[in-house]
């Protein structure tokens, strides 16, 4: 009798004794799981240097020794450097719409630096890397290239045959685009989870 007043009286203290090695168990199923290691913030800022600096060193080169020159072969007219300024997106669309790409590319930068404080993964730190070190690419010449702050033309000169031309920012930003697919469809996460949705 006593023992049953005593559960009755007091049903915590049992659960809390008798159910204590379950209540750990149950917790850790219900808790999601942790991301483990560092966060690659560093990772993804050298890629992004990298990425910026050689595709400004490259539109230095081309517009102090290329522009208004003959294009130079460099795999017979199937591959050529040619410079031209592209006040558009790619493919010359949208000239009269600079600004806006301005705006777009200025919004990536910021999306990218939040993202990076839950970044985990050191392949979405590449490829988070590229396309900010395009993007910043791309954006330093629509504020200081001609004609002016936020319309500037952006120097392209990689001129495939029947493609358009393009520049190394370019090239980053569809390459980090590429990545962040394949990771996708993978089902990693920018913060080192694996999902099988």
Request: hydrophobic share 55%.
């Amino acid at each position: 009798m006593a023992e049953a007043e005593r559960i009755i009286g007091t049903p915590d203290t049992p659960d809390a004794a008798g159910d204590g090695q379950e209540l750990p168990d149950a917790e850790q199923e219900q808790a999601p799981e942790r991301p483990r290691g560092r966060r690659r913030i560093a990772v993804l800022f050298a890629v992004a240097v990298f990425a910026y600096l050689l595709d400004l060193v490259s539109k230095m080169i081309v517009v102090a020794k290329l522009e208004h020159h003959e294009p130079i072969e460099i795999i017979g007219d199937w591959l050529r450097f040619a410079a031209i300024r592209n006040a558009g997106a790619a493919f010359g669309f949208g000239e009269a719409f600079t600004i806006i790409f301005t705006v777009i590319a200025a919004a990536v930068i910021v999306v990218i630096a939040r993202l990076a404080r839950k970044l985990y993964s050191v392949p979405w730190a590449i490829a988070l890397g590229l396309l900010l070190g395009g993007a910043l690419g791309n954006l330093t010449d629509r504020i200081f290239r001609a004609p002016g702050v936020f319309e500037g033309a952006v120097v392209d000169f990689i001129a495939p045959k029947h493609f358009a031309v393009f520049n190394l920012a370019d090239s980053a930003i569809v390459c980090g685009g590429i990545l962040i697919v394949l990771l996708s469809f993978r089902g990693l996460d920018p913060d080192g989870t694996v999902h099988k949705d």
